[in-house]
């Protein structure tokens, strides 16, 4: 890592508080993270502790309250909406829990939706999508609805859009907290010899310490702040 290179996504004393009625509940209170291009992550924390939330603000998709989100070194703060929706389409990867694939569409469908998107020819996106499917061990389901595959096939077709504009960081939300141990370990395999060959930077948060202790480094949330764990 160069001296001079940034991190693809620094937090400075990032708050987040939500409203309950009266109560104030506080998340995040002064956070500070910094994520190195082709680190992988591992967020571990109890639930509640604001997991989601800090992938959330990491990834774009929500505003601190106070505090500065930087992507590869430019602040985002300033932005407007659809600025921030440009970064996350080109710069930003998601995978949940929950898939969320489209059920109308067949598993190359629903990864060359991103790249049409982002105004790729169909016949380029189809091509890219059918070749990360197939990386990811689901050539033989290219044409199969979402309804039609396993848990597991569903959770790879979600990884490989995620991945399909090759975005500088994926955030990965409890990406095998639905799936049993075996298909759990498969879908990890696979998401991990993809991180391997693309060089691609990842966050992740889990509950499964088996999964964390493969990623480069663990943090966790602790009184609000992000704390490393050895």
Known sequence: MAETENP???LHKVERRYHQGDAVLEILKGAEM???PGQTVALVAPSGAGKSTLLHIAGLLEHPDAGEVYLDGVPTSGLSDAERTRLRRTEVGFVYQAHHLLPEFSAVENVM???MIRGLSKAEARKRASELL???GL???LTHRPAELSGGEQQRVAIARAVANAPRILFADEPTGNLDPHTSE???RALAQLVRASGLTVMLATHNMDLAARMDRRVTLRDGL???LK
Do not use: D, K, S, T
Request: charged residues 15%.
């Open 34 to 36: 910094a994520i190195w």
């Open 186 to 188: 498969h879908v990890f």
């Open 226 to 228: 992000v704390v490393e």
């Open 8 to 10: 693809v996504v620094f």
């Open 139 to 141: 050539a033989e389901r």
């Open 113 to 115: 939706l991103p790249q």
């Open 134 to 136: 197939g990386y990811l």
